[in-house]
C-alpha cells in the first residue's frame, strides 16, 4: 500500500440485540446519527378521547360483564365504574386521575373472573398509554 491509500474504517455493527424475557420498546433509534423523537399521546378520534381501539375494549369488557355478571361480588357497581370510565374518556379534556381511579375499582372488581380480569387489564394498559399514565 502505498501513501496515499486510506484503509477504510471497519464496519461498524449499530444494530440491537436482545435476548429473552420480555421487553417494552417505546421509540428508538439504530445508527450512526439516528434519533428517536416521542410527542404526547393523546386521543383524538371517535369521541372526541376514545379511538378505535379503546371502543372495542369496552364493548368487548360491557359484553364480558353481561356474560359473567353472576360471577362478580358487585356487578352494579362494577357497571358504573364501566360507564363511568366510559364518560371520562367521552370527554373534551378526560381526567387522568378520574381515569386512573376508573381504572383501578374496574380492576379490582372484576379479578375473581379470569375472562373480565384480561380485558380489563388490556384496556387498562390502551387508555394509561394513550394518556402517557
Not at 31 to 53: E, I, K, M, T, Y
Not at 55 to 62: K, N, Q, S
Request: no cysteine; net charge negative.
Amino acid at each position: 500500500m502505498g501513501h496515499d491509500d486510506v484503509r477504510p474504517d471497519p464496519p461498524v455493527n449499530n444494530g440491537l440485540v436482545i435476548k429473552g424475557g420480555t421487553h417494552y420498546v417505546g421509540n428508538q433509534a439504530i445508527g450512526h446519527r439516528a434519533q428517536a423523537f416521542s410527542n404526547s399521546v393523546g386521543f383524538h378520534q371517535q369521541g372526541p378521547h376514545l379511538d378505535a381501539r379503546t371502543a372495542e375494549l369496552l364493548a368487548y369488557v360491557e359484553r364480558l360483564l353481561e356474560e359473567h355478571r353472576e360471577e362478580l361480588a358487585d356487578p352494579d357497581a362494577t357497571g358504573r365504574e364501566l360507564r363511568r370510565l366510559r364518560e371520562e374518556l367521552e370527554e373534551e379534556e378526560p381526567q387522568q386521575p378520574v381515569l386512573r381511579r376508573a381504572l383501578d375499582r374496574l380492576t379490582a372488581f372484576v379479578q375473581p373472573v379470569t375472562p373480565l380480569a384480561v380485558a380489563v387489564g388490556e384496556l387498562a394498559q390502551v387508555v394509561r398509554g394513550a394518556l402517557g399514565a
